[in-house]
C-alpha cells in the first residue's frame, strides 16, 4: 500500500469529524479524552496515506477543502504545522518522508498511538514504513507484529529499538 500510495499523483485524506481549518487548530492530544482528534490521526493504515504520497489534500467532514485553493496541503505550513503536533511526526518527514528502518524508535513511537481493527495490521500498516517485506497471514493475530520486530532487527542493531 505504501508504494500505491508513494505513486499516486494526490492522496485524498478525508477528516470525517473536522468540519474545517478551524476546527483543526483547536483538537489537542494528550488529554484525558482524546475524541477531539480525528479518527483519521489515531488510525494505523493512515500513517502511510500521510507519509507516502508526494501530494496531499485534507478534506472536512462536509467534503469541502480544509485549505482553499491549494492543489497540494504538504505545502501548508500552518496545517502541517498543526498535524506535526498532533502526530508527533516532524515537518522534515511530513514534507518528504524516505521509508526503511533507521531511525526505528522513531517510527514505530509514530505508530504506537494509532489503532486497526485487526490485531496484525498493526504490523502490516508499517510494512512500507519501514520499507520491509512481510507475508500476510490474517488469523496470526500478535504474531504478525512479531515477525515485523524480527525483519526490522535483521536490518537495525542498535540497542535503542525498543525505546518508543
Not at 477528516?15 to 483519521?40: F, H, P, V, Y
Not at 514504513?129 to 515485523?148: C, N, P, Q, W
Request: charged share 30%; glycine share 8%; hydrophobic share 40%.
Amino acid at each position: 500500500m505504501f508504494r500505491w500510495y508513494r505513486n499516486s499523483h494526490v492522496c485524498i485524506a478525508f477528516l470525517s469529524e473536522t468540519a474545517d481549518l478551524a476546527a483543526l487548530r483547536i483538537q489537542e492530544k494528550g488529554g484525558i479524552d482524546e475524541k477531539e482528534i480525528d479518527a483519521w490521526f489515531v488510525r494505523g493504515w493512515t500513517l502511510q496515506e500521510l507519509l507516502a504520497p508526494s501530494q496531499i489534500k485534507f478534506y472536512g467532514k462536509d467534503w469541502e477543502p480544509l485549505i482553499q485553493g491549494s492543489t497540494n496541503d504538504r505545502d501548508g505550513k500552518d496545517i502541517m504545522g498543526k498535524i506535526s503536533k498532533l502526530t508527533d511526526i516532524g515537518m522534515d518527514d511530513l514534507k518528504s518522508f524516505t521509508p526503511g528502518t533507521d531511525r526505528v524508535p522513531e517510527k514505530l513511537f509514530w505508530a504506537s498511538r494509532r489503532g486497526t481493527t485487526r490485531t496484525e495490521d498493526k504490523a502490516y500498516c508499517l510494512i512500507g514504513i519501514f520499507d520491509i517485506s512481510l507475508v500476510i497471514t490474517y488469523g496470526e493475530g500478535k504474531r504478525a507484529f512479531f515477525r515485523l520486530m524480527e525483519e526490522i532487527l535483521k536490518r537495525y542493531d542498535k540497542w535503542d529499538v525498543f525505546l518508543w
